[in-house]
């Protein structure tokens, strides 16, 4: 059984369907990684997992369990945690704040938000700092730490490396990869410098249109001639 199984989920906004039945899988431990040009549905698929935007057909289960009809914060308490793409930390909130509403539910807020500052110590340093003044990829790490606080079995990270410098995504793709180290599996949507994060990923899932239109190992994305031309969207 894998830990999470996506199954011929649908799903849209109101009318506008968006994903036209999607089967995806992640075992124990793995971290897969999400490709697909801008539109193709990445985002949605993370919303549908996640319960915020509702499937309307398919089934998705976690640790066997169907998770496909519960609210977002019950999926949070099952194991999942969901890092958005946009409006992911509080910016008017400094870092501590950031990690006192994140740990609001927690039964240990105080033990696991130094555990987040051991993991990023950049965010000690800048505690008392708002998180609106941090920079991309320190923003990112709080967007993270945040989401570690419900100590998740399944992390799920929407494009963390978006208008990131190469210099920036490494750092983040160090922490993530040391966070899958410790035994949390994990999601990446990448939208940029695929090649940074496929490198760490096992097996990555290609969409467009609302489709899964290509999976494999990420070491046969990698070594197509055709990777970048595909990666842009421009053939598929
Ligand atoms: N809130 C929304 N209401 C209606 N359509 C939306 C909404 N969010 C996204 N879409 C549409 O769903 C499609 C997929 O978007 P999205 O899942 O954000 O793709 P990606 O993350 O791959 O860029 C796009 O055509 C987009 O316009
Ligand atoms: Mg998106």
Known sequence: MSLLEVKGVKSGYGKVSVLFGIDLYVEKGEMISILGSNGAGKTTLMRTISG???AAEGEIRFNGDSIRNLRPDQITEKGINYVPQEK????DLTVQENLDMGAFLVDDPKD???KVYEQFPILKERSKQYAGT???GERQMLAVGCALLTNPELLILDEPSGGLSPQATQALVDKIVSINEGGTSIIWVVEENPRQ????????????????VKTGYAQEFLDDPDFDRLFLGQSV
């Open 112 to 114: 696991r938000i130094d």
């Open 88 to 91: 992911n930390v509080f910016p």
């Open 134 to 136: 941090l920079s991309g």
């Open 52 to 54: 915020v935007t509702p």
């Open 197 to 212: 994060v496929l490198q760490h990923t096992k097996r990555v899932y290609m969409m467009a249109n609302g489709q899964i």
